[in-house]
């Protein structure tokens, strides 16, 4: 059974930071990419960033330079290092994966930059 829990949103000033970690349970952790979306109101989800069983990543291009995604095989637990936020960057963040046939998604964490 895959279980995808994040953590770390909150309120935060423009130009301040904050961690995500999305624990995973199951099997699948260290043979699966691992992804960050966002859904803000009103707008379609998007992909953030995303990170291969090999540690290769690819960001979207509002975030190269500002994100960082990294993964902990030992502890099943993806993050998302998130600097220089901005009020754009407001949104619910999800941890995503693709395993077998099947997509997960976690509850989502609420990010809110203030200006």
């Known amino acids: 059974q895959v279980q995808l829990v994040e953590s770390g949103g909150g309120l935060v000033q423009a130009g301040g930071s904050l961690r995500l970690s999305c624990a995973a349970t199951?099997?699948?952790?260290?043979?699966?990419?691992m992804g960050w979306y966002r859904q803000a109101p009103g707008k379609q989800r998007e992909l953030v960033a995303r990170i291969t069983s090999g540690g290769s990543t690819n960001y979207a291009d509002s975030v190269k330079g500002r994100f960082t995604i990294s993964r902990d095989n030992a502890k099943n637990t993806v993050y998302l290092q998130m600097n220089s936020l901005k009020p754009e960057d407001t949104g619910v963040y999800y941890c995503?994966?693709?395993?077998?046939?099947?997509?997960?998604w976690g509850q989502g964490t609420q990010v809110t930059v203030s200006s």
């Open positions: 995503n994966t693709a395993y077998s046939i099947y997509e997960y």
């Open positions: 199951g099997s699948f952790f260290r043979v699966s990419a």
